[in-house]
């Protein structure tokens, strides 16, 4: 913790996805009692987190998205590196077919902080990649974590500084007793926030041991972007589709080809992974698909962080704890 004392307000926080995770670590470390209600009874069920690419990449996310992206998710860097020791600095790559060229010229277009590679560059940065792409961009700063590792690590996080944490408990914010409640639901809160639309991602873990990656690499194609991520012992996240739906029902045979034919298209020997999982997740968005942070009375909704919750959760949490502190001085 930071040393504070404890504040005079206490807050509840609904939902144990990473905006309510990440929310409710912040506002603990300056001082608040926090209690976290979370209606699964394990960690990771009906989240899209858990499905994430974790892609802490403030630069390549400016691709297709608002300038705002970039500048609220560079503070995320910081905050994942102080708070999670599985942070993964090792950059992000961008690579294109040589047919495909004027989407890698698009993109540094569209982007920053990158350096431009040759092929001797990018055998030097990806060794299993070694002859397949000419050219790439590279961006140094970028980080990766993995979901499936960081999101229980910030739960005890939180319990080891004092919040607590109660699984397999469905409440309403109007039946909680703390001061203040943050409610964290995604899709679940569109009852509430009737702006809120689902975008279905699907994703697939494949595994290999013959081919290694160090960092995320994006492939640019005009119709079927896709990113693949290291997870470690082999298993490789490839992902994601952006469906308009929120339909829940499981993977589509469509999309589970577009995913596998764009893997091959990285390296032909990704033809010979296995295929471990193929998974949904259903992003809550708003209609400029910009993260929204609302007040009604008592409650303060974190809501809209679309495919950026990994991004941009730390600064959605920065400006819950300005609307606390605001509010506790107006209470003085």
Not at 26 to 32: D, F, V
Not at 65 to 82: F, H, P, S, T
Not at 183 to 210: F, S, W
Not at 273 to 283: F, K, L, N, P
């Amino acid at each position: 913790m930071s040393g504070q004392s404890e504040s005079l307000l206490s807050v509840g926080i609904i939902g144990s996805g990473i905006a309510g995770l990440v929310t409710a670590l912040t506002l603990k470390e300056k001082g608040y009692s926090v209690h976290l209600y979370e209606k699964t009874k394990q960690l990771g069920e009906g989240t899209c987190s858990w499905f994430a690419g974790g892609m802490i990449a403030p630069w390549c996310e400016r691709d297709g998205a608002d300038d705002v992206i970039r500048d609220r998710g560079i503070e995320a860097l910081n905050w994942w590196q102080k708070h999670y020791d599985g942070l993964v600095k090792a950059g992000s790559l961008v690579l294109s077919a040589a047919r495909d060229r004027s989407e890698i010229i698009h993109f540094g277009r569209c982007t920053q902080e990158y350096e431009t590679l040759d092929e001797t560059g990018l055998d030097r940065l990806e060794p299993d990649l070694s002859g397949r792409c000419r050219e790439g961009l590279f961006y140094p700063q970028e980080a990766h974590i993995d979901p499936r590792l960081a999101l229980p690590a910030l739960e005890e996080g939180l319990k080891a500084v004092g919040g607590v944490v109660s699984r397999g408990v469905e409440v309403q914010a109007e039946d909680l007793k703390e001061d203040i409640i943050v409610d964290c639901r995604g899709l679940t809160a569109r009852v509430d926030l009737p702006r809120l639309r689902g975008v279905r991602g699907e994703m697939i873990r494949i595994q290999t041991q013959d081919i290694h990656f160090r960092r995320p690499i994006r492939l640019l194609h005009p119709r079927q972007p896709v990113y693949v991520v290291p997870r470690g012992e082999g298993i490789l996240m490839v992902g994601a589709t952006s469906i308009e739906t929120d339909c829940q029902a499981p993977v589509t045979v469509r999309s589970v080809y577009d995913l596998l034919e764009a893997a091959q298209r990285l390296h032909p020997a990704l033809g010979e992974a296995s295929i471990i999982e193929a998974s949904v997740g259903v992003r809550p968005a708003f209609p400029d698909n910009i993260p929204d942070i609302e007040q009604h009375g008592r409650v303060i909704y974190v809501n809209g962080l679309y495919r950026h919750g990994f991004l941009l959760s730390p600064w959605c949490a920065r400006k819950v704890v300005e609307q606390v502190q605001a509010q506790e001085r107006a209470m003085a």
